[in-house]
T-cell receptor
């Protein structure tokens, strides 16, 4: 398996633009997570899905952020409109499903909002 | 409040030396604790998992310890190599039913030749 795939790897956009980040989890994994990482705040969980259903979105900063998982092999994280404070590395991770399971992280998308 | 505190924030050591990274947590209930290694520009990768009943676990040159009474864990790196330069993140899982995780801020380790 190729692991968790994220695209794009880098994104530079201007304030106010819409940004869409994409993730393909490892096949067979029931859980998918979106994280944001900054130097100041470290890794923060934004939202996670179980079997394509959003379970906990309490980490989503505000209404400008939305996430979808239309099927077991694809998820998106959208920011509209983007702001400079959204600049961070966004990680997607997946796991088979139990509390003892390792989370497998993708390579991340580095987002810069000018 | 569930918290995971790591120390030191950053560390520089010479190649071949040993080092120990600390993780203190106030998470409750406790399910397990993982140490992740994150290379620059990459996602975190799990090094080891510690459950409540485990005190010590080794993975090559990495040895993790857990004291569930004092709620402390450590990651000891033996005979450090340049490739050990990375951030090390302590993550506590406090929910047997799902995936409720609390992340530490990480320790940035630099190994110099």
């Amino acid at each position: 398996d190729a692991g968790v795939i994220q695209s794009p790897r880098h994104e530079v956009t201007e304030m106010g633009q819409e940004v869409t980040l994409r993730c393909k989890p490892i096949s067979g994994h029931d859980y998918l997570f979106w994280y944001r990482q900054t130097m100041m705040r470290g890794l923060e969980l934004l939202i996670y899905f179980n079997n394509n259903v959003p379970i906990d979105d309490s980490g989503m900063p505000e209404d400008r952020f939305s996430a979808k998982m239309p099927n077991a092999s694809f998820s998106t994280l959208k920011i509209q409109p983007s702001e400079p404070r959204d600049s961070a590395v966004y990680f997607c991770a997946s796991t088979p499903g139990t509390s003892f399971d390792e989370q497998f992280f993708g390579p991340g998308t580095r987002l810069t909002v000018l | 409040k569930n918290q995971v505190e790591q120390s030191p924030q950053s560390l520089i050591i010479l190649e071949g030396k040993n080092c120990t990274l600390q993780c203190n947590y106030t998470v409750s209930p406790f399910s397990n604790l993982r140490w992740y290694k994150q290379d620059t520009g990459r996602g975190p990768v799990s090094l080891t998992i510690m459950t409540f009943s485990e005190n010590t676990k080794s993975n090559g040159r990495y040895t993790a310890t857990l004291d569930a009474d004092t709620k402390q864990s450590s990651l000891h790196i033996t005979a450090s190599q340049l490739s050990d330069s990375a951030s090390y993140i302590c993550v506590v899982n406090h929910n047997n039913a799902g995936n409720m995780l609390t992340f530490g801020g990480g320790t940035r380790l630099m190994v110099k030749p």
